[in-house]
């Protein structure tokens, strides 16, 4: 087959494989990690070459197709690669939220948007006395590893090879500014300290950081972490539930965007609160 003939027959699979999804072309490319400029130029009909390995790998996984029959060397279609996994795994001893399976599976999701919902704060925007706080009280969790992981996790972002969305409810914010529920031994100081820290990062990295803030009042969720088209896994407690199939993302991620959309406080006001809450505690009297 002439080149000419290779790169048609892959616009025309490509443009098939996207009429499946039932996604627009932005949407599309979002799912399977291509930047929407390169998507328009593969589908331009004077396009005259064919994309990159990793571009044609990350279609084939994310829909199931294989990478003979998208460049034309097969006529096997959809799930011709016999690439589905299992659909849901469980992942058991995971006595914390923090745990280095989150590290890795962030790690194997570079280029791609990942949604967050924490138990608590963000882990990436947390002080090391506020990890040793949380994670101190679990036997077996190893504190200086969650600070490694917390750290990791901040450098990876710092390098800007992922987008993350954030979404907490206002409450957990400004009760953790506060002190209350589990955060009623932590000293004032302490929480000055994160509220600083929150507001530092937050500036720093954004966009590629974007925190929303929802009311807990209409709105609820679990902690979960959607990494891309990769994986979307749910924190239950002592057991994380993967999910693997592109339906149960397509499902979490929804319940995500549903948490956006109904956000109260968007990114670029988050900071706003965190000083106004950092003022609270300035006039507030020392307390350990």
Wanted: charged share 25%; glycine share 6%; net charge negative.
């Amino acid at each position: 087959m002439k080149r000419r003939d290779t790169v048609e027959l892959f616009r025309t699979r490509l443009l098939e494989v996207i009429d499946r999804t039932g996604l627009t072309r932005s949407a599309f490319a979002e799912r399977v990690g291509m930047d929407r400029s390169t998507l328009s130029q593969l589908l331009a009909e004077g396009n005259d070459r064919l994309p990159r390995v990793e571009t044609l790998a990350g279609i084939a996984s994310t829909e199931q197709v294989s990478i003979d029959w998208l460049v034309g060397l097969s006529q096997e279609g959809p799930l011709g690669a016999n690439i589905l996994k299992q659909s849901v795994q469980v992942e058991p001893d995971a006595p914390s939220p923090a745990d280095q399976r989150l590290a890795r599976w962030q790690a194997e999701a570079a280029g791609y948007k990942i949604r967050y919902v924490p138990t608590t704060l963000p882990d990436l925007l947390k002080t090391d006395r506020i990890i040793a706080y949380e994670y101190g009280q679990f036997a077996t969790v190893d504190p200086d590893q969650s600070l490694e992981q917390s750290h990791a996790k901040l450098e990876l972002q710092r390098r800007s090879e992922s987008e993350i969305e954030v979404c907490n409810s206002v409450q957990a914010v400004e009760g953790f500014a506060r002190g209350e529920g589990i955060w009623r031994d932590l000293g004032i100081e302490a929480r000055r300290e994160q509220l600083t820290r929150m507001i530092a990062l937050c500036d720093e990295l954004y966009p590629a950081f974007r925190w929303f803030l929802y009311d807990s009042r209409n709105r609820y969720s679990v902690p979960l972490t959607v990494f891309g088209a990769k994986r979307a896994v749910v924190y239950v407690g002592q057991m994380y539930f993967v999910f693997n199939s592109l339906e149960h993302i397509r499902h979490l991620t929804k319940h995500f965007d549903d948490l956006i959309r109904a956000a109260v406080v968007q990114p670029p006001a988050v900071i706003d609160l965190l000083q106004s809450l950092l003022r609270s505690l300035d006039d507030a009297p020392t307390a350990t």
